[in-house]
């Protein structure tokens, strides 16, 4: 609506009020001459504007659509790059523990391949991703393995991860592409390390079988709608797992598509909009690259899904604005709930800062802000101030350094040197409390905006109590095995339906004659 015709004002017509138009013979007729031509010329400038509005509307709000489908997908990537990390990591964790175990117990010891044999049941047995664990020698050859005797002495010098480990000393946890199993049917993901001997030389490979189909049916599980997709990709391009499945595509290379041949090498995460290589289906995806491992995961979700609530929105604008265009009052009634629209958006987003502000303050973690230049403490919340036993004040007058033992200021300055804006879980630190009490701090953090500068938002987490019960259980643990190991009567391990005989301490072997194996 002009000035021209606000409410409450004379109508101009030419620049000149109707009210101060001069009375002339055979001219009273011009003023309204003046008014339908101004009225016609307004109508026709109005339903410009409608349908220019119209369409603006229809194309923000699009965007809007697909930008929220761009965050739901972000969010799906960032929940299942953290439960595929955990899997692989596990199970790098696994072969640690072999290689600690190697190192202890003697070559010459008579029952080095028993406890070998066993440690890697028990590890394959916790971990429900993994279909074995197995040792080979420098040749190759498997000497030890969860899978027993269908194992032995099977041949790996020709696969990818032996030569790997073998041909470059530096080479640390490796991820394979498929491979065929030679032990039963099916496909498996190896993920290896590299055994040395005493003297440094290349002594074998330890690895781990990871169960293609673990992921395969998490994945499905996964609700990305109708026509949605995950895919998990080594960061060559070469195709791990996808869901929905796809049989033929496994183990072929996609390092062609512009996810590997432009996007990771510029962002190890983003977004984008697309046509699946797979089945041609238009898609908002959303990709992590895992750092630490060579892997990227992806998540889908069908365009034509997320734009089903924008499709009807199109139809109710485009009759809208078709009645506003015929009917001017309605238009003009259009225009305001357009302006409510808005009105109700900016609201919304100031009660949406209002409500982080108060999930802020009222957080039962310590939680702050600090300047990641200076690392001044910008805010602090009251159940930090309650944790740490610093007044705000206090708070206020130091810096994240100072939260932190002299010993560990180092390696806090290369965290900060490797931090970005996205959200970041640094592990445990041990914090300071008012007082010099030392305790072990879970932090996580993230870049955020705060009063018009960049800032950095800090959760801390006390684990102290965590950490010592997790210490006591495996303390708790390695009792337990002592004594069942060094045990003098016959003790075994059965599973209860099946009654096959899963473990025997020496003991039992002594008395009733039968080798480990039997």
Request: glycine share 8%; aromatic share 8%; hydrophobic share 40%.
């Amino acid at each position: 609506m002009t000035p021209e015709n606000q409410p409450g004002q004379d109508v101009k017509v030419l620049g000149t009020p109707v009210a101060a138009q001069p009375c002339r013979a055979n001219a009273w007729t011009r003023p309204w001459s003046r008014l339908r031509a101004a009225v016609s010329g307004f109508g026709v400038v109005l339903i410009v504007a409608i349908a220019g509005l119209t369409a603006y509307s229809i194309w923000d709000s699009r965007g809007e659509a697909l930008a929220t489908g761009r965050k739901t997908t972000e969010t799906l990537a960032h929940v299942l790059e953290a439960q595929t990390r955990h899997a692989f990591m596990s199970a790098e964790q696994s072969l640690i523990n072999v290689e600690r175990m190697l190192n202890l117990i003697p070559r010459g010891s008579p029952s080095r391949a028993a406890d070998l044999n066993a440690l890697l049941v028990d590890l394959a047995v916790r971990q429900p991703h993994v279909q074995a664990i197995f040792i080979t020698d420098r040749d190759g050859r498997v000497i030890h393995s969860s899978s027993g005797a269908a194992a032995a002495h099977i041949d790996t010098s020709d696969r990818e991860y032996f030569k790997a480990h073998r041909d470059r000393p530096d080479r640390g946890l490796y991820v394979s592409r498929p491979l065929e199993s030679r032990v039963g049917r099916g496909t498996f993901i190896s993920v290896s390390r590299r055994l040395n001997g005493a003297d440094g030389a290349f002594d074998g490979v330890v690895a781990a079988a990871i169960e293609p189909d673990y992921f395969q049916n998490f994945y499905t599980q996964v609700d990305v709608g109708e026509n949605g997709a995950i895919t998990l990709f080594l960061r060559d391009g070469t195709l791990l797992f996808r869901g929905p499945p796809s049989p033929d595509a496994v183990g072929k290379s996609f390092a062609g598509e512009p996810l590997f041949s432009g996007r990771l090498l510029t962002a190890p995460s983003g977004s984008y909009s697309g046509s699946s290589p797979f089945d041609g289906v238009a898609r908002v995806f959303s990709y992590r690259a895992l750092d630490g491992l060579p892997l990227v995961v992806v998540v889908g979700v069908d365009e034509r899904q997320l734009l089903t609530g924008w499709y009807g929105y199109v139809k109710t604008a485009s009759l809208l604005a078709l009645i506003v265009i015929l009917v001017t009052i309605l238009l003009t009634g259009s225009l305001a709930r357009e302006v409510g629209r808005r009105e109700a958006l900016a609201t919304s987003l100031r009660d949406s800062e209002s409500q982080y502000r108060y999930l802020f303050e009222a957080s039962p973690h310590p939680m702050w802000i600090y300047d990641p230049g200076t690392l001044a403490f910008l805010a602090v919340n009251d159940a930090a101030i309650a944790s740490y036993g610093y007044t705000r004040d206090e708070f206020l007058a130091m810096n994240a350094r100072d939260l932190r033992p002299k010993e560990d200021w180092p390696r806090f300055e290369r965290l900060l040197s490797s931090l970005g804006p996205a959200l970041n879980s640094s592990g445990v630190w041990p914090h300071k409390k008012k007082g010099g009490k030392v305790i072990q701090a879970r932090v996580t953090s993230h870049g955020i905006a705060f009063e018009g500068r960049a800032a950095r938002l800090v959760q801390a987490q006390d684990v102290s109590a965590q950490l010592d019960a997790e210490i006591r259980l495996r303390e708790s643990e390695q009792h337990y095995r002592s004594l069942y190991e060094n045990n003098t009567h016959p003790v075994w391990v059965m599973d209860e339906q099946t009654l096959r005989i899963l473990s025997a301490n020496q003991a039992t072997v002594d008395k009733y004659g039968y080798t480990q194996d039997e």
